[in-house]
């Protein structure tokens, strides 16, 4: 069962493969993943009940000020530039809840 996380914590949840090789490739600056409470009780916690994952991969920043092209995301004080990814929720497999116990 995943814990749900405080705030930006990449701890507590479970990423889908994908996320963790993007995370890894060359030229990464930084990656920031998305993170929601389920709206219901049933929802899984890991990914919120959407069923999937968004992560952003940061190529360029930190910076004092947004770019004025591509993607910018702001984390703890400073702009970062680049791309979101998004993927299957790996615990919930895209269902958005909990309805048994995957392997
Ligand atoms: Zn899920």
């Known amino acids: 069962m995943a814990k749900r996380a405080d705030g930006n914590s990449m701890s507590t949840h479970i990423y889908p493969q994908f996320f963790k ?9 930084a990656a920031f993943v998305s993170e929601a409470a389920p ?11 959407s069923g999937r994952m968004i992560t952003f991969i940061a190529k360029a920043g930190p910076f004092k000020t947004p770019s004025i092209t591509g993607i910018n995301k702001y984390h703890n004080g400073a702009w970062w530039q ?20 995957k392997e």
Do not use: D, H, R
């Not at 709206?39 to 919120?48: E, M």
């Not at 680049?82 to 116990?101: D, H, M, R, W, Y």
């Open 21 to 29: 090789g993007m995370w890894g490739e060359a030229g990464v600056k």
């Open 82 to 101: 680049g791309e979101n990814f998004s993927a299957l929720c790996p615990v919930c497999q895209g269902e958005g809840k909990i309805t048994e116990i």
């Open 39 to 49: 709206l219901q009780p049933s929802g899984c916690a890991n990914c919120g009940g």
